[in-house]
């Protein structure tokens, strides 16, 4: 089952400010939750909705996966000291 990556415009733009070498590290890593979007190294982070974590170097993706629909929502790209806030 290959589930359909959506990154929200918001993400996107933080995307786009990354350095090069960054963004396309994080780009592979978004990628590949299309074909398992829970990765080994995943984490759930606690809170109200069910959202998850992956790292690629300093930098973290918090997405939400969406079974039902085979979604998996970018919710917020960046730096690890940033993207918590």
Do not use: W
């Not at 415009?9 to 299309?34: F, G, N, Y």
């Not at 998850?52 to 930098?59: E, L, N, S, V, Y």
């Not at 997405?63 to 960046?78: A, H, N, P």
Request: net charge positive; aromatic share 4%; hydrophobic share 40%.
């Amino acid at each position: 089952m290959t589930y359909s990556v959506v990154v929200l415009s918001a993400a996107a733009r933080t995307l786009a400010k990354l350095p090069s070498l960054t963004r396309e590290r994080l780009r592979r890593s978004i990628d590949a939750l299309a074909d398992n979007p829970r990765p080994a190294g995943a984490r759930k982070l606690s809170g109200q909705r069910d959202l998850f974590r992956i790292r690629a170097g300093d930098c973290r993706v918090i997405y939400e996966i969406q079974d039902e629909r085979l979604i998996v929502l970018v919710v917020k790209v960046g730096h690890r000291r940033d993207v918590y806030r």
